[in-house]
């Protein structure tokens, strides 16, 4: 049966034969598409499939699905329009209609497809966002808070509903209304982003910039935001006295309030592909709304559509309040696919135009992962020097990150002084345990201490390969064979393509007479990308250089 979907994918357009044949051929087709993820497949297989069902409505809505996802809106408009021929008071029809005409500027039109009734909640919620902010543009307040004020689906939609009438009432200058609308979304504890970003935006049009600053500020310092950030960027505006263009339309705050759901709603209720759907319409209303940019690489992200993903994010504008985000988004993609000088050069560029500590943390990183310590180290060192004693304590992990480049470049003592650091500041951080207690065990010192901090740290990282390796390692090195063998069979399992953790398997294979297998594991270690170090001793060992060393644990030094 696969054979033959693979087989009719390879053909352009089905020919109109055996119109039920054709169309259970397309819909599996369109099935087997949607579970690889690839939308435009999908999408165009769901279309063949309702051109020759006689466009049956339930086949109609799963095109109309299938042709957003896959960014066609012209597409999903098309079928729309042959469906509601069909059925008028199809719920999915009549949202996509009224979404278009709402984006043209056709008010009226909009309000037609927009306040027919339907039993669907879902579609119920979106319509009523967009009728609302369709009669605000109508200049009609009174239907708009009508809509926004009866939206179902429990209280967070209550709440974003109130978000809206805040917002709309600041639009047409009702300030009282406004003000008490924006207090019962901050009571509500939702939405908290987007309510101080809209607040701060109602309060500069009354030229309140003063409070607007206040909260915004408060709200950073509350969060603990670091990087860029829309909220950062408001802030910027607010002192340098730049806010004219700051206001929203009516139309651009629909994309906002089809964005907010996408992922706080749907997209955490395991609803992804509504999610999708919401973000690439609210995309269409404001291209320039790169929230949802972000947003919606993420969810792709997440559906295992990377290269979508990072399309997404390299579209971003330099001049955006999302601009770090996205390129970081996009290194680490970089990182992922293995095009680590890709992911290098964003990283570079991005400290030399917009240094944060953010973009400096990512940009070592980036260097750890390279196992460029050498140039990874200046870009510690210079992130620590700037932050105080309260911001080290808040993330130590820049600490035992330095340490690492100190250990790699030879430098124990200045690594030890981090890892000790680090330790003071947070004595159950599982990685600095486990990297302090496995290098003195190496060296041969503190064995009892060292075993009990690398136990410690198989207790709080329970499920972590590296860390079972290091008390397997540490076991090896102590002469305790067994238990060695019984934590480095355990490592292997959970980390089965980490070249030191089958190199170490071989190691105690070897000691124990499992000659064979030790000589398998070494070979299959090489397959893993080991550390030229590493590659170099695995092949003396292979070539029958192999001295197991160990130590005594009543000998502490």
């Known amino acids: 049966m696969s054979f033959l979907i693979l087989a009719s994918c390879t053909t352009a357009r089905l020919q109109p034969i055996q119109s039920e044949t054709t169309v259970f051929s397309s819909f599996l087709a369109g099935s087997y598409a949607s579970r690889i993820k690839e939308s435009q497949f999908r999408s165009d297989y769901l279309t063949t499939a309702f051109e020759y069902s006689d466009f049956e409505v339930s086949l109609g809505q799963k095109a109309i699905s299938s042709a957003i996802v896959a960014n066609n809106l012209a597409l999903a408009h098309q079928h729309a329009e042959v469906i509601n021929k069909k059925d008028k008071n199809d719920p999915l029809s ?3 209609l009224g979404y278009r005409a709402l984006s043209q500027g056709l008010h009226e039109t909009a309000t037609q497809y927009l306040t027919r009734e339907t039993d669907e909640v879902t579609i119920s919620i979106m319509k009523g966002l967009l009728a609302g902010w369709n009669f605000v543009a109508l200049g009609d307040i009174d239907k708009a808070r009508d809509e926004f ?7 967070y939609f209550q709440n974003l509903g109130q978000l809206q009438i805040a917002k709309a009432e600041g639009l047409i200058g009702d300030t009282d209304r406004a003000l008490e609308a924006f207090k019962l979304v901050k009571d509500s504890g939702q939405l908290r982003t987007e309510y101080y970003l809209s607040k701060a935006r109602f309060l500069i049009s009354i030229d309140r910039n003063k409070d607007a600053l206040l909260e915004l500020e ?3 310092k509350e969060n603990n935001l670091r990087g860029g950030n829309e909220i950062e960027r408001y802030i910027k505006l607010l002192k340098s006295e730049k806010t004219k263009n700051i206001e929203k339309t009516a139309i651009q705050e629909a994309a906002r309030a089809l964005t907010e759901p996408s992922y706080w709603f749907f997209v955490a209720n395991r609803s992804s592909d509504a999610g999708e759907i919401l973000l690439r319409l609210a995309l269409d209303l404001d291209p320039n709304h790169d929230k949802a940019t972000i947003w919606l690489g993420e969810l792709l992200e997440n559906t295992k559509r990377p290269s979508e993903a990072l399309g997404l994010y390299l579209s971003v504008s330099d001049k955006s309040s999302y601009d770090i985000t996205a390129k970081l988004s996009a290194a680490n993609l970089y990182l992922n696919k293995k095009s680590d000088q890709k992911a290098l050069n964003i990283l570079q560029k991005l400290n030399l135009d ?3 500590a953010v973009t400096q943390e990512a940009l070592g990183r980036a260097y750890i992962i390279r196992e460029n310590y050498i140039n990874a180290l200046p870009v510690y060192d210079s992130l620590i020097h700037k932050m105080t004693d309260q911001e080290l304590k808040a993330n130590p ?3 035992y990150f330095r340490g690492i480049c100190y250990e790699r470049i030879g430098k124990w003592d200045e690594a030890e002084a981090d ?5 003071s500041i947070d004595p159950n951080h599982a990685d600095a345990l486990n990297y302090l207690g496995y290098t003195w065990i190496e060296k041969g010192k ?5 075993l009990e901090m690398i136990q410690k740290a198989v207790e709080l990282s329970p499920n972590s390969g590296a860390i ?3 008390l397997g390692w540490a076991y090896y090195k102590l002469g305790n064979l067994k238990k060695a063998k019984l934590n480095l069979e355990a490592a292997v399992e959970l980390s089965p393509t980490s070249a030191t953790i089958i190199d170490h398997l071989g190691d105690i294979y070897w000691v124990i007479g499992r000659k064979k297998e030790a000589m398998y594991q070494w070979e299959r270690a090489l397959n893993y990308n080991p550390t030229k170090k590493e590659k170099n001793y695995i092949l003396e060992k292979l070539d029958g250089k192999f001295v197991y060393q160990h130590h005594d644990i009543g000998v502490q030094s």
């Open 94 to 96: 009549n949202f996509v």
């Open 149 to 155: 004020l009866f939206l179902e689906g429990g209280v």
């Open 218 to 220: 408060y709200y950073l």
């Open 354 to 356: 917009k240094p944060t």
């Open 397 to 399: 992990q820049v600490l």
């Open 419 to 423: 890892f000790k650091k680090v330790l």
């Open 446 to 450: 503190y064995l009892s201490t060292s």
């Open 468 to 470: 079972i390796d290091s």
